[in-house]
């Protein structure tokens, strides 16, 4: 397993190079020139814009550019936005933010996801069961910045028991709303998960055997039921951890949450090269060490599962 | 006169389902004594199974219910028991063996540790004498080096020793009544001898009461001392196996006794039983075999259904013909 472990993480070395080189051309193939866009509606003199033109080496054919970035990658010199902001002092104020946002949207989606899952599938038939089902199906339905809009007005307007936006309240206050929209989608997935793939195990063989056995009802349910109805559920959930971070783009935008994706979009928008592709090669490897860790974990779980 | 050890007595078992009530087990009868092996006879659908898990009690309630008879051990009621005490006799002191070991352990846990499980949740064993005791199980259903691989994983045995693991777990703790549901469907000929020797001999050791669910007519005739032949949830005829298969009292035991191939008798093409078993969810008036039978007459056709009756010392059939099947001889 170790050694497993070690080739996944050698060949994330590629695929680090491949986004960034791939980013770093989908950003120089935006059209629109990134330092007019700066002062449009200005007067600006021309000398300046060849400056930091000069300064931020956007004269240079692409793949200078990109060799110039990379060598400053490796320096951990991640370069500066067009204010002079260094990129690691974006990352160090966004990450954060972003991170906790992440991980109280994933502590919700795993304690309701999986929790409500169980429970639906315990009360199957019952009203529970299908308050559940028509609810996740209605969250999986509407779009998130509609279910986004619709809590800020709601918790932050018409109740007032959060701020409507912003952070200033600190965890959990100012972030329990935003996480909760941003966790509904994959909230609504797991508890499907949970529940079907619960069922399915309480007609299979091996929790007959079990009952067969004169087992306690709960040590069936831990042992037999959960225990192999969960390996689909815990990788769904290993590989969404990773897309929570960097799907937040729309809820960081509607709550106003100061975080990457927030972040992200504005550089998109301002053609800041350098951001776009530090945040986006930090995603990129953020996922493929979730996945790894999927990957190791599943072998856990499952003793079938075997790494060559 | 002291009760049998397992007695079942005119059981029916009915499954409410969404296309109606699927009548499963329809007046299934017999008693089974201490050390005393029966085997339980039909074809797919006959209510076997569901027998079987009427007895233990695993059952789904949801859907399944009891509306008449009784089940006894030692003289008590099993119908109706409160499921907590149903349980502690499940493993203790009836257990059941299932057909397809691969699907019937728990893929994620340990061989060795699902067999200990038994000693733990029963007798309150602690974690390294219940690990020593299922060692021991182990080895002794014929599990070589049992002590190494106590970590292993079903998928990691063959068949016959999945098997044996199973068989293993059952008779930890010497259960008074064993209940094999196919015990070796899901194996090789030969490893289907070994298992069934095993059976055996863990039963002349213990004294077990063995129920042998099975539709394969040459492992009864081995290893049973009576039969118990069922078809759509009835019992058709039940004797000993000597005399059954001598002088069978029923068209449909002739049906399956010469459908067995036979080493002495060239026939050509082996005979069957023309039709299939009967739709439980709509079954015919009359006597449930009528459709295939050779035999029958108008009077099958239509209710009641045939009772058993008397035709030998300890030998029944529910057939109009029964004396007459019976006197015919084979």
């Not at chain 1, 951990?76 to 002092?89: A, M, R, S």
């Not at chain 2, 095993?198 to 213990?206: F, H, I, S, V």
């Not at chain 2, 068209?251 to 191939?261: E, K």
């Not at chain 2, 058993?308 to 057939?319: D, F, N, R, T």
């Amino acid at each position: 397993m170790g050694r497993y472990a070690i080739r996944r993480i050698l060949q994330m070395i590629p695929v680090f190079f491949g986004t960034t080189f791939l980013i770093y051309a989908l950003m120089f193939a935006l059209p629109g020139d990134p330092v007019r866009n700066l002062t449009i509606g200005k007067q600006t003199n021309p000398v300046y814009l060849e400056y930091i033109r000069e300064q931020f080496n956007l004269n240079q054919p692409f793949i200078i550019q990109y060799l110039d970035y990379l060598k400053g990658i490796l320096t951990l010199d991640f370069g500066k936005t067009f204010n002079g902001t260094p990129v690691l002092e974006i990352f160090q104020q966004r990450w954060p933010v972003s991170v906790t946002l992440a991980l109280t949207a994933f502590g919700l989606e795993v304690l309701f996801g999986i929790g409500f899952g169980i429970w639906a599938a315990l009360r199957k038939g019952k009203v529970f069961d299908h308050l559940s089902l028509t609810g996740t199906l209605i969250v999986v339905a509407v779009p998130v910045f509609v279910l986004g809009y619709v809590a800020q007005w709601v918790f932050g307007v018409k109740l007032g028991w959060v701020a409507p936006a912003g952070i200033q309240d600190g965890w959990p206050k100012s972030y329990i709303v935003p996480a909760a929209v941003l966790a509904s989608l994959s909230l609504a997935y797991a508890l499907r998960l949970t529940r079907q793939s619960l069922l399915e195990a309480f007609n299979s063989d091996y929790v007959r055997t079990a009952k067969a056995k004169g087992l306690p009802p709960g040590t069936v349910l831990r042992k037999y039921s959960l225990r192999n109805s969960l390996i689909p559920v815990v990788t769904f959930l290993g590989a969404d951890l990773a897309t929570l971070m960097g799907g937040a783009v729309i809820t960081e935008g509607i709550f106003n949450i100061p975080g990457i994706g927030q972040q992200l979009y504005q550089s998109i928008r301002l053609h800041e090269s350098v951001v776009v592709v530090g945040i986006v090669t930090v995603l990129v490897i953020i996922y493929l060490f979730a996945n790894l860790i999927v990957d190791l974990l599943y072998g856990v779980l499952d003793p079938r599962i075997r790494y060559e | 006169m002291t009760p049998p050890l397992l007695r079942v007595d005119d059981l029916h078992v009915q499954f409410s389902t969404r296309d109606g009530i699927v009548r499963a087990v329809n007046g299934m009868t017999f008693d089974l004594n201490e050390g005393e092996t029966i085997a339980i006879l039909g074809e797919s659908g006959s209510g076997k199974s569901v027998t079987a898990q009427a007895i233990m009690g695993i059952l789904d309630p949801e859907v399944a219910s009891i509306p008449s008879g009784s089940i006894t051990f030692r003289g008590e009621e099993l119908v109706g028991l409160p499921e907590r005490k149903h349980r502690k006799l499940r493993g203790t002191d009836i257990a059941m063996i299932f057909q397809d070991a691969l699907s019937a352990l728990n893929p994620v846990i340990c061989v060795g540790d699902q067999v200990a499980e038994m000693f733990r949740v029963h007798a309150g064993a602690s974690r390294k004498s219940a690990k020593q005791q299922a060692i021991e199980v182990m080895g002794h259903v014929g599990i070589p080096a049992a002590a190494q691989r106590y970590g292993d994983y079903p998928h990691q045995f063959s068949g016959g020793m999945r098997q044996r693991i199973m068989i293993a777990m059952m008779i930890a703790l010497k259960p008074a009544v064993l209940i094999a549901d196919e015990p070796t469907t899901a194996l090789d000929v030969t490893v289907q001898a070994q298992i069934m020797e095993l059976l055996k001999e863990l039963q002349r050791e213990t004294g077990t009461g063995l129920i042998l669910i099975t539709h394969d007519l040459g492992v009864v005739a081995s290893v049973a001392e009576r039969i118990v032949v069922m078809y759509s949830g009835r019992v058709m005829e039940q004797g000993d196996v000597d005399a059954m298969y001598a002088r069978p009292a029923n068209p449909y035991t002739i049906g399956l006794l010469d459908s067995i191939p036979r080493l002495d008798a060239r026939i050509g093409r082996l005979p069957a039983i023309p039709g299939l078993p009967p739709n439980l969810l709509n079954t015919p008036s009359g006597c449930p075999f009528h459709v295939r039978c050779t035999r029958a007459e108008d009077t099958c056709r239509v209710d009641p259904v045939p009772p058993l009756v008397e035709v030998g010392p300890a030998h029944k059939s529910a057939c109009w013909f029964a004396e007459e099947v019976y006197a015919h001889g084979k």
